[in-house]
């Protein structure tokens, strides 16, 4: 047990909705990264928070959106939903913002649109 | 540009069979951490190891060891006397300094996956 929490654990939705995926993580920890993790496209970057700050962004869609709050824990919006989106999305967590900082990852949200 | 290359997508070997996951690093800078993940068949992602640029002990835990050579840009990942339980995708990552826009990257490679037949 890594000590990140992430909710839901499994999530069917429809084209076109929109969906919250949650993440606190490890206690002591204030940076929190998002990944997404598909079949064809291997483990990606969506976006970092550090204390509330977002830090770094990676391939993360226009439609997507993601927050971390003053108690440290983060969600991640995802709206207008397609076929496409249908992924493991990880969040993470290391205890500071910067290189050699271990990253801790959840177990996942799997999310299945269709 | 960093890059890390997992050039073994898929390795099955039989139970007790030692096994190294390979694992070679682009990167300019020399200030580096590298990292190895597991990921089992249940999808989460377990930490296995970190280690800086400036230390090239190999490292044993266990079943598992750590070969990094600087000198050929690779970090590769033995088990030894392989079991079924180690059935995962394996994925190797760096980390470097602060880029030009601020940020730091991990990269991750594309992950190998281990099959170990009983």
């Known amino acids: 047990d890594s000590g990140v929490t992430q909710t839901p654990k499994h999530l069917i939705t429809a084209t076109g909705q929109r969906v919250t995926l949650r993440c606190s993580p490890r206690s002591g920890d204030l940076s929190v990264y998002w990944y997404q993790q598909s079949l064809d496209q291997g483990l990606q970057f969506l976006i970092q928070?550090?204390?509330?700050?977002e830090r770094a962004k990676g391939n993360i869609l226009e439609r997507f959106s993601a927050q971390q709050f003053p108690d440290l824990h983060s969600e991640l919006n995802l709206s207008s939903l397609e076929l496409g989106d249908s992924a493991l999305y990880f969040c993470?967590?290391?205890?500071?913002w910067g290189t050699g900082n271990t990253i801790y990852f959840g177990e996942g949200s799997w999310l299945t649109v269709v | 540009a960093q890059k890390v290359t997992q050039a073994q997508t898929e390795i099955s070997v039989v139970e007790k069979e030692d096994v190294t996951l390979d694992c070679v690093y682009e990167?300019?800078?020399?200030?580096?951490?590298l990292f190895w993940y597991k990921q089992p068949p249940s999808g989460e992602l377990v930490f296995l190891i970190r280690?800086?640029?400036?230390?090239?002990q190999n490292e044993i835990s266990g079943r598992y060891s750590w070969n990094f050579q600087k000198s050929t840009s690779s970090f590769n990942f033995t088990i030894t006397a392989s079991q079924v339980v180690d059935s995962a995708v394996y994925f190797c990552a760096l980390s470097g300094p602060l880029t030009t826009s601020g940020t730091y990257k991990y990269i991750f490679g594309t992950g190998t996956r281990l099959k170990v037949l009983a």
């Open positions: 990167t300019r800078d020399t200030t580096y951490y």
């Open positions: 280690r800086n640029s400036f230390d090239e």
């Open positions: 928070y550090y204390n509330g700050e």
């Open positions: 993470a967590s290391s205890v500071a």
